[in-house]
């Protein structure tokens, strides 16, 4: 249904190349129009942008994932920020469904960058006002953002999917501590226990579990598992195995960002006992690419409803990541 509530002179949408199918549903649902951006590269390799309508005195939103590949991607959001800021644009939304670079939260090695914190700076000096975007890897992120930004939540759509399901045999679990409290509330809206994965990670690729926190996996014959972002899959390949040997025999694979690279996804389904892969279109999964296992849910209506409040001066608590739905 279209919600026809901004007015159509005073915001102008764009699409980033990453993902311009979601950027179109979120402007067909807020009843604007999706700008036309000119992209193309010059001989040596670099980047020429232009926007396709004026800005100027505008609300501008700018809707840009940050999918493979990232640095292209990234820099072309950057070039399209600083764009509508030197066009005299009143207020610059950057869009970000999937923030790739939330998985670098923290300084765990000398010498390596926060690069979340980093990218987020560089935001704000190419002109972003305001972000959007949604299930950051970790809540610190939320703070690495010099101007005002909003994580959306996930769990609504995840909640419609499996609400009418019987739950009753199914346990929770989150794939490591980190991601345990938000295991938790979607546990808590299911009416549904949770368990967290003890991982050790060994590398980019390979990790280690030993054992199990919280309630007990055995006796259960369904687990749900939910995680933030699958890109290798491999965690969620080795919690599968421990889950197995523990007598699970059904397990659902939930995550909001399916990146599913190096054949991550492909792995993943062939566990017999993994009979589902839910995740949102966040990042873009072509349709050769999708699976009969893998369900992809939108989450066009979710950016539409929160850049409408935002845009009405209205709260998005119902919306964002750590509130309670």
Known sequence: ?????????????????????????????LGVPLEKTAVSRFSNDNLFLQLGASVRSRNVYIVQ??????????????MMLDIAKAASAREIHAIIPYYSFARS?????????????????????????????????SPQVHGFFPMPADPLSSRPVFMRHFKERDLSQTIVVAG????????????RELGRPVAAGNKERISDTEVRFNGMVGAQVSG????????????TGGTILELSKHLIE????????????????????????EIPEI?????????????????PKLKVLSVAHIFGEAIR?????????????????
């Open 176 to 187: 490591d501590m980190g991601g345990a409290k938000s295991a938790a509330r979607f546990a």
């Open 220 to 231: 259960h014959k369904t687990a749900l598992i939910y995680d933030d972002e699958i890109a």
């Open 246 to 269: 523990q007598g699970i025999e059904d397990i659902w694979v939930v995550c909001t960002h399916g990146v599913f690279v190096h054949g991550g996804l492909e792995k993943l389904v």
């Open 275 to 291: 009979t589902e892969v839910v995740t949102t279109d966040t990042v873009p999964i072509p349709p050769e690419k999708r699976h």
């Open 309 to 325: 409040y935002n845009y009405m001066r209205q709260s998005i608590g119902d919306l964002f990541v750590y509130g309670d739905v």
């Open 105 to 137: 939260d923290k300084k765990d090695a000398p010498r390596i960058s926060i690069t979340a914190r980093m990218v987020a700076d560089l935001l704000q000096t190419a002109g972003a006002t305001h972000v959007m975007t949604m299930m950051l890897h």
């Open 65 to 78: 994932s940050l999918s493979p590949p990232v640095n292209d991607h990234l820099v072309e959001l950057l």
């Open 1 to 29: 249904m279209t919600v026809k509530t901004l007015d159509p002179s005073e915001v102008r949408f764009f699409s980033g190349s990453s993902h311009p199918t979601l950027a179109a549903q979120i402007a067909e649902h």
